[in-house]
């Protein structure tokens, strides 16, 4: 049976190492994910990122799980981005190398240059999507998407009611389906 994260945080509390390193490879992709298409920059992506770790082991001696582990996780996250956001204009640059092909093409789809170049216009048609939505939506759809959230962990994330964060989500989608059905 795996250990749940609440248990790992609670055992790393106490002194347990190895349990931080549990949870940093358990949250790592996700997290690191949704900040980058967050801020849409890797320098700063990778700085928020490193700083939410650093939060998350300043906080352990302090931590009593009172909601599940990522949503407290993604509450730091979330409150590091808003301050990045104060301080820093929007800037639009590219989520991803544009030499690497993109993760969900398969094997056939790797090899057929047509295939591959439509997936590529896929993904670029898509990240565009997703940075010209509202902070708040984007923020929504990423702690959905990237971190598994339910509207109510979304709500708690975000500061908001669950009707609002309902609403970010379900606007953020349409919004997605659109740029997505209307190329």
Do not use: C
């Not at 994260?5 to 002194?15: I, K």
């Not at 959230?149 to 989608?173: F, H, N, P, W």
């Amino acid at each position: 049976m795996e250990v749940s994260d609440e248990q790992l945080m609670l055992a790393y509390r106490s002194g347990d190492a190895g349990a931080f390193e549990t949870l940093y490879a358990r949250h790592r992709g996700g997290l690191y994910r949704f900040v980058l298409r967050s801020v849409k920059e890797r320098g700063s992506a990778e700085e928020l990122f490193q700083d939410t770790w650093m939060r998350v082991i300043d906080a352990r001696a302090r931590y009593a799980p009172q909601a599940r582990f990522a949503t407290w996780l993604y509450t730091i996250a979330h409150n590091r981005l808003v301050d990045h956001w104060r301080k820093k204009a929007p800037v639009t640059v590219s989520l991803d190398d544009p030499d690497d092909p993109p993760e969900n093409v398969s094997a056939g789809a790797a090899s057929d240059p047509a295939r591959q170049a439509q997936a590529r216009q896929d993904l670029t048609r898509f990240l565009a999507a997703l940075e010209a939505l509202p902070d708040a939506q984007r923020a929504a759809f990423l702690l959905r998407e990237e971190a598994g959230l339910s509207l109510a962990e979304i709500a708690q994330v975000t500061g908001i009611d669950e009707e609002a964060a309902k609403s970010r989500l379900r606007y953020a989608m349409a919004k997605l389906r659109e740029a997505m059905d209307g190329a």
